[in-house]
């Protein structure tokens, strides 16, 4: 029988649905596209914009106009928020939340009743589900921080971290099949440890010795500005395995905006965690999520944020309009920002972001870096990404995915660099 997965979301979804596949491989489905036909569609879902929860529900639709006869289910943050809106939706079999996911499997089996006996003794095939060239690990589930505008820490709840042993035996496990880079995730990474007593830092450093006996590339996923200390850096600067790129959250480039997303930072907070890890770490980059058209964001609160963004020089960043989610503190704020004024500001932030990013890459011309190359995206043509995230493409007729290689960057574009082999 055939088994489809969707993902919506974040990096912690992608790993769980990671879990559900292999759990499905090993009682005998064919794992297929979601666009294809299937016997059973499992969509898990994403809350965090109504853009998200708009196509969660369009997926699951889909999923049983491709098959009526398919059992679909639905998954994720946005069945913990909003059960009673999927309830009405007839074309869904099963609502599972986020601690019902290692369930799923057998609810599904068990809904397809004497169809499960068509896979029955199926031979069980080997399935890289983490990918080719890069896996994840989440180390934490939840989030305490409850800031105005998020649903997420209802959808999830408090934070609940892994060991640490727990996760070196995973990583080891991960090491041995020949992945090169493992991605660190979770919902709130930086709260790492805060409800068992241990430290991000500490893992990091467990991870990257001898534990790390491949050379594996380490990188972080999303960390909030308030982990990055003098302390903090001074560590991470000798863990020669971290990736030197960090996504670090600003939201808003704007003081009086963050204390009413109740973000726990200020701008100047920002900027010298930031300059600590420019002046610690070689060719460091920085990503960053922002959120534009927050209630009571004036036209001047908005140039701070674009100015504030120039002052920073973001790799990338991801800029999304301010939308509302009910059960926050921020759906029920005065002077909500209507939606054509939202669409402009992340449209001109949008812009100005690109042009940022283009320059850096023309900065990278005849520097050296080493590429992990992960897709063919043309014939005789690679695509791979620098230890700082730097996207580049290589020309080669022998076959570079899941290798590592020292290159050259000759050519940049606006949201690439091409190079050469060394």
Known sequence: MKAAVMTLGCKVNQYESSVIIQKLIDEGFEIVDFETYADVYIVNTCTVTAISDKKSRQALRRAKKQNPNSIVVATGCYTETSKDELLKIDEIDIIAG?????????????????????????????????????????????????????????????????????ILAEFNSLSKEGYKEIVITGIEVSSFGLDTGEKL?????????????????????????????????????????????????????????????????????????????????????????????????????????????????????????????????????????????????????????????????????????????????????YEGYTENYIPVHVTSHSNLEGCLHSVKITESFDDFCIGNIE
Do not use: W
């Open 98 to 166: 986020n601690e019902e996911k290692p369930e799923i499997v057998s609810k599904v089996i068990e809904a397809l009743g004497d169809k499960a006996l068509d896979i029955m003794n199926h031979p069980t095939n080997k399935y890289e589900y983490h990918g080719r060239t890069r896996a994840n690990i989440k180390i934490e589930d939840g989030c305490n921080n409850f800031c105005s505008y998020c649903i997420i820490p209802y959808a999830r709840g408090r934070v609940r971290s892994r060991k640490i042993d727990d």
């Open 201 to 381: 830092i500490d893992l990091l450093s467990a991870i990257n010795g001898a534990a790390n006996p491949y050379d594996i590339r380490i990188r972080l996923g999303s960390l909030e500005p308030r982990l990055i200390t003098k302390d903090f850096v001074d560590k991470l600067a000798k863990l020669k395995h971290i990736c030197p790129q960090y996504h670090l959250a600003l939201q808003s480039g704007c003081d009086e905006t963050l204390k009413r997303m109740k973000r726990r930072y200020t701008t100047a907070d920002f900027y010298n965690g930031v300059q600590m890890l420019r002046d610690s770490i070689p060719n460091v980059m920085f990503t960053t999520d922002i959120l534009v058209g927050f209630p009571g964001e004036t036209e001047e609160e908005f140039n701070e944020t674009v100015e504030f963004v120039k002052k920073i020089g973001f790799l990338k960043a991801h800029i999304f309009p301010y939308s509302i989610r009910k059960g926050t503190r921020a759906a029920s704020m005065e002077n909500q920002i209507d939606k054509k004024t939202k669409e402009k500001r992340v449209k001109i932030l949008d812009e100005i972001s690109k042009e940022i990013r283009s320059n850096i890459l023309k900065e990278q011309i005849g520097k050296t870096h080493m590429v992990l190359f992960e897709t063919e995206i043309s014939k005789n043509v």
